[in-house]
């Protein structure tokens, strides 16, 4: 059962380089997410999607991008890489986002990123 | 800021002990989960409770909310060197931002 699947695991960067963290989801969900996840800061949202073809800011989104290119997939870019951006992104997905209903998150392994 | 906050940041116990930890909120919710995290992994949910209910449990967990002190508190019974892991509550807050809000977790150690 794959679930969440993001890529790369690991990837190191140079201040200013871009790159894009893959996230895809086979579990038919309606939400995806982007978190990353500091030392001693629990995890932020950075952007999330509430449904295909939508797209919001989280808690911290300055320095992101993302693209909900379709149902399963939700990538998160870089465009110019800075050290504080060194953290542990960790991709998520949920069925929806109705609060009422209470509503699980399902989280991808996680992707180490270094910004040197 | 965290709209969740986990108390005690860390604990250590011995195996077969309880482990009790809580989380502190700031405002109206519709409802709380708790996370469970092993190094190096994602995190795994655990348990929900809803803002209508005092009370739940599943296996060794029992989860309680407090929404007049908006605080809940998760208790671990009989622990294992298993449950060695950060434990994160979430909370689903009553604003228009759909999606959860995580505290900075309780990192818990099971001495064998």
């Known amino acids: 059962n794959a679930g969440v699947t993001q890529t790369p695991k690991f990837q190191v960067l140079k201040t200013g380089q871009s790159m894009t963290l893959q996230c895809a989801q086979d579990?038919?969900?309606?939400?995806m997410y982007w978190y990353r996840q500091d030392p001693g800061m629990g995890l932020r949202l950075i952007y999330y999607?509430?449904?295909?073809?939508?797209?919001d800011k989280g808690e911290v989104p300055n320095g992101y991008n993302v693209s909900r290119l379709n149902k399963r997939e939700f990538s998160l870019r870089l465009e110019s890489a800075a050290p504080s951006q060194t953290s542990v992104y960790f991709c998520?997905?949920?069925?929806?986002?109705?609060?009422?209903?209470?509503?699980?998150?399902?989280f991808g392994e996680g992707s180490w990123l270094t910004v040197v | 800021s965290q709209q969740g906050e986990e108390d005690p940041q860390a604990l250590s116990i011995q195996e077969g002990e309880n482990a009790t930890m809580n989380c502190s909120y700031k405002?109206?919710?519709?409802?709380l989960q708790w996370y469970r995290q092993n190094s190096g992994r994602g995190l795994v949910h655990l348990i929900l409770?809803?803002?209508?209910?005092r009370e739940k449990h599943s296996g060794r967990l029992r989860v309680t909310l407090d929404t007049s002190k908006k605080s809940s508190s998760l208790l671990i019974t009989a622990s294992r060197a298993a449950d060695t892991a950060s434990y994160f509550c979430?909370?689903?807050?009553?604003?228009?931002?759909?999606?959860?809000?995580f505290g900075s977790g309780t990192r818990l150690q099971v001495q064998p």
């Open positions: 998520a997905s949920s069925e929806t986002t109705g609060s009422l209903s209470g509503n699980t998150i399902y």
């Open positions: 579990m038919n969900h309606n939400s």
């Open positions: 999607s509430a449904s295909e073809g939508t797209t």
């Open positions: 405002t109206s919710i519709n409802n």
């Open positions: 409770i809803r803002s209508n209910e």
């Open positions: 979430a909370t689903d807050m009553d604003t228009g931002r759909r999606a959860l809000t």
